[in-house]
């Protein structure tokens, strides 16, 4: 079976799903039960809680500087060593 490729699996196969998989079928189950404007209600309501959070003058430069930055990452966090 090929990685990745629900249509061929069978209920005898088993394997371990990665995050990445299991992340996607549920978002697949999700739009299933609840159909698109689930999601769309859901970005609106994202949306307006950044609104409110910060001003109109934060969101705009963050629009000139193609989106809200990320968190800085702490020094030596991940590293392997």
């Known amino acids: 079976m090929e990685r990745g490729n629900a249509k061929h699996a069978t209920s005898c196969q ?3 799903l ?5 992340g996607r079928l549920g978002g697949l ?4 039960r609840y159909g698109v404007d ?3 209600k859901a970005g609106r309501k994202g949306q ?3 609104n409110a959070q910060f001003g109109k003058a934060q969101r705009a430069l963050w629009g000139s500087l193609g989106g809200r930055p ?3 990452r702490l020094a030596g966090m991940g590293e392997k060593g």
Do not use: D, F, G, Q
């Open 14 to 16: 088993t394997r371990e």
């Open 18 to 22: 990665t995050v990445r998989e299991a």
């Open 29 to 32: 189950s999700t739009l299933t």
């Open 38 to 40: 689930h999601y769309r």
């Open 48 to 50: 307006a809680k950044l």
């Open 70 to 72: 990320k968190k800085p």
